[in-house]
């Protein structure tokens, strides 16, 4: 998926939110992992130190009469009503026709983060009928001192992300808008999404790859080859091939230290945080990402036999050997604990 700055702004910018000094959309995730990376980058790290807009509180709780209904209005005149613009950094980048999770962040032109209420409008073009709102709550992704790593530690860092489910019924390309409820006026983002007819990427209701992941053992005691995380977590001490189908599982792919994204040192500090509350009930299984922790080597095979290009991915299979939730990208305690969830119904 690739959010195409020329295009959109041709299409929105040359009308209202060009009139309100809308600014470009940041570039998104694609099937390439390149693409992928430099969308969530500009989602987590380019931030300024404090929001532009910091809401965190009523954007988790947003409503429907808080924005605009479509009544048959095209993205174009939705995209009049904004008062001004942010940039749009999507953290999702796999679309395959049905209802998908798109997750991204909201920044100004200068990196300082947008927290508020949030919707999302989806269309074929500019020009056509939207669908929406799809409301698009934030998801905090900070968790309790003590759980978190020296990559997740500095001031600035992304607070929350958004989510919406969004309705994209065949491949193509579909154009989106999102507008967020400030006290000054609705602020406007527009960016698109590109949907693949299918995907290789286990999904939910599959059962995964029986892959063996590393433990102590398989790394000859070499605890710097299991994670980049600082300190270490402990999310290793099984191979994933040997509780498949007997208990639950939440297997992160993440690279804490090395994450091109800057996203995986917060993540997999949540999953070091959910694990102190679910780990009776859970497998929790961190993989990373390199070879041998080096870039340059490529990416492991167990990354490969789930088709992923991008990380971090997040799989939740439930005790049958099912998974039970997929997450993409960026994501917060909320859906984290949702898709553990989800796995012990």
């Known amino acids: ?49 404090h929001p532009a807009l910091d809401e965190l509180a009523a954007a988790e709780n947003p409503g429907a009469a808080q924005f605009p209904p479509a009544q048959g209005r095209t993205l174009k005149q939705l995209a009049a009503l904004a008062k001004s613009s942010a940039q749009l950094g999507a953290a999702t980048g796999t679309f395959t026709p049905g209802t998908r999770r798109l997750a991204f962040g909201l920044t100004t032109s200068s ?14 073009s500019p020009t056509a009928p939207v669908q929406g709102p799809f409301l698009a709550p934030a998801d905090p992704m900070g968790v309790a001192a003590q759980y978190r790593s020296k990559q997740n530690a500095g001031p600035g860092g992304i607070q929350a992300i958004y989510a919406a489910q969004i309705p994209v019924a065949h491949a193509g390309t579909y154009t989106i808008l999102s507008l967020t409820r400030s006290p000054s006026g609705l602020v406007g983002a527009p960016g698109e999404v590109a949907v693949a007819a299918s995907s290789l990427i286990p999904n939910v209701g599959q059962r995964p790859p029986d ?69 009776q009930r859970v497998t929790f299984i961190h993989e990373e990402v390199y070879v041998n922790n080096q870039p340059s080597k490529g990416l492991r095979p167990q990354l490969k036999a789930f088709h992923l290009e991008t990380e971090p991915w997040l799989f939740i299979i439930n005790r049958r050997g099912v998974i039970a939730a997929r997450l993409e990208g960026a994501f917060g305690v909320n859906e984290f604990t949702q898709a553990l969830q989800a796995a012990l119904r």
């Open 1 to 49: 998926m690739r959010l195409r700055n020329a295009r959109i702004l041709a299409a929105l910018a040359a009308g209202a939110l060009a009139a309100a000094g809308c600014g470009s959309s940041s570039s998104s995730s694609s099937s390439s992992a390149t693409s992928t990376r430099t969308a969530a980058s500009a989602t987590s790290s380019t931030a300024a130190a």
């Open 211 to 279: 892959i063996a992941t590393d433990t102590a053992a398989t790394v000859h005691g070499d605890a710097a080859l299991l994670t980049t995380r600082l300190p270490p977590e402990r999310m290793q001490s099984v191979s994933f091939k040997n509780v498949l189908g007997q208990r639950p599982i939440a297997l992160l792919f993440s690279t804490p230290q090395l994450c091109i994204s800057r996203v995986c040192g917060p993540v997999t500090d949540i999953a070091v945080q959910l694990q102190h509350q679910f780990g």
């Open 111 to 124: 990196g300082a983060f947008i927290y508020a209420p949030t919707a999302i409008y989806i269309a074929r």
